[in-house]
């Protein structure tokens, strides 16, 4: 989310040089671009009740939320966005270039995030089977991070990512967010999704960003309904 900094000073009731500083000192999930606050609401609002203080939502956010608070898939689809021909025949090799596409993140929490991602595969592939790999950081990017995003990456050629069925991944999804509710929320509905064969064969096509977006925003509603 992205909000003035001078509204963010209202919402919790704060003195704006007051916020600023502590932006500066890294006190508050919040980073600043000139002067307009990023940062996931969410984490906010945990982290002013941690401080006894209060964050005022707007009648507009509360509208947004009721409207598309069970879209939280598509959301972070789109906030990733979608790549296609990524070419490569290592998985070392991949990972670095699919790191490279994660959009805006400083260059520091870039190379810390490959090196917690590759040290994940020392651990157990993340390949999990049909061709798709979701690859993640062990520990959720708090500093790095202000929201969920899933980027969705199609290889140019299959490649050996050691998965449990053995079968080479054709397309990768980076999960990455900034808390542990939320990455477990995103993985259980794209879970959900990777369930269904006939999304697997949708997949498969390497579809553009519009229709893979329908493709999403369909299955999250049928979650919906099954209450996911």
Not at 79 to 87: A, D, F, P, T
Not at 101 to 127: F, H, N
Not at 192 to 209: A, G, T, V, Y
Request: net charge neutral; aromatic share 8%.
């Amino acid at each position: 989310m992205k909000l003035n900094v001078l509204e963010i000073a209202k919402r919790l009731d704060l003195n704006l040089e007051t916020l600023k500083r502590w932006i500066r000192q890294g006190r508050i999930p919040i980073n600043l671009r000139g002067e307009i606050g990023i940062f996931n609401e969410q984490v906010l609002v945990k982290w002013a009740e941690k401080q006894r203080l209060s964050y005022k939502v707007s009648d507009i956010d509360n509208t947004c939320e009721n409207v598309s608070s069970d879209l939280v898939l598509l959301s972070a689809v789109k906030q990733g966005g979608v790549y296609s021909g990524i070419k490569s025949s290592q998985k070392e090799d991949i990972i670095r270039t699919v790191v490279d596409l994660v959009p805006d993140i400083d260059q520091t929490i870039a190379r810390e995030l490959y090196v917690q991602l590759i040290e994940r595969e020392k651990l157990s592939s993340t390949g999990i089977g049909k061709g798709v790999a979701i690859p993640h950081p062990r520990n959720p990017l708090a500093n790095g991070l202000n929201e969920p995003m899933i980027l969705t990456c199609f290889l140019e050629n299959p490649v050996d990512f050691n998965a449990i069925d053995g079968l080479p991944v054709f397309v990768i999804f980076l999960l990455l967010s900034p808390g542990v509710e939320f990455h477990l929320n995103l993985l259980s509905r794209l879970s959900f999704c990777l369930r269904d064969n006939s999304f697997i064969d949708f997949l498969r096509q390497s579809p553009d960003p519009e229709d893979f977006f329908a493709k999403v925003e369909n299955m999250e509603k049928n979650i919906g309904k099954k209450g996911i």
